[in-house]
């Protein structure tokens, strides 16, 4: 796990806010990846960066807004949410977007919205 | 669309046990993975499978993989309390997109 670093660990914010989710790879990998897992649904994939550029963005609400200012970090920058984006929010990274290997996870921030 | 769909959804054991989680995919893969998430954590990977393989160990872990079936199983053997935590399998596809199923959540009962 300290491969991929995320911060902070919790989070709760009112659905006026304005925060930020930091992700950080250690691995010296080329992706990087937002997923979303909600109670009792498969992990969704948000977005992926590769070399910086974002690639994917699967339908995500423009509240989320994601950024990568270079290839070991990458944001979630997050503006009036919703209760239903409460939700554990999770950064991976793996070596290339499509060399098929495994992603290594960071632990998490669990976000809650009130 | 759902790439993997564990069963059972939640598996209860005492230690000592084997635990075997089932995996089912829609599409064609490249190859499947597992993972292991503990309670609020991130996931953990585990294994990965090729789409020409059939079995595959990894100390207490085998692997199989069916592909005429779309099908995967997980078998842990010997079970520890530690083994506690939620299983997901992932289908890697052509595109180098990973898709998780929901999980297994397993409890090892010491």
């Known amino acids: 796990e300290t491969g991929v670093t995320q911060t902070p660990r919790h989070l709760v914010m009112g659905m006026t806010n304005k925060k930020s989710l930091k992700c950080e790879q250690h691995?010296?990998?080329?992706?990087m990846y937002w997923y979303k897992q909600s109670a009792k649904k498969p992990l969704e994939l948000m977005f992926v960066y590769s070399l910086e550029e974002r690639v994917e963005n699967n339908s995500v609400p423009s509240r989320f807004s994601p950024e990568c200012p270079n290839s070991s970090h990458l944001f979630l920058h997050l503006h009036t949410l919703q209760p239903e984006d409460s939700a554990l929010y999770l950064c991976a990274s793996s070596q290339d977007r499509t060399d098929f290997g495994e992603q290594y996870f960071g632990p998490g921030t669990r976000l809650t919205v009130t | 669309s759902q790439q993997g769909e564990e069963d059972p959804q939640a598996l209860s054991i005492q230690e000592g046990e084997n635990a075997t989680m089932n995996c089912s995919y829609k599409t064609s893969i490249n190859n499947l993975q597992w993972y292991r998430q503990n309670s609020g954590r991130g996931l953990v990977h585990l294994i990965l499978i090729r789409s020409n393989e059939r079995e595959k160990h990894s100390g207490r872990l085998r692997v199989t993989l069916d592909t005429s079936k779309k099908s995967s199983s997980l078998l842990i053997t010997a079970s520890r309390a530690a083994d506690t935590a939620s299983y997901f399998c992932a289908g890697r596809g052509n595109t180098g997109k990973l898709i998780f199923g929901q999980g297994t959540t397993l409890q090892v009962k010491p």
């Open positions: 691995l010296g990998h080329n992706a």
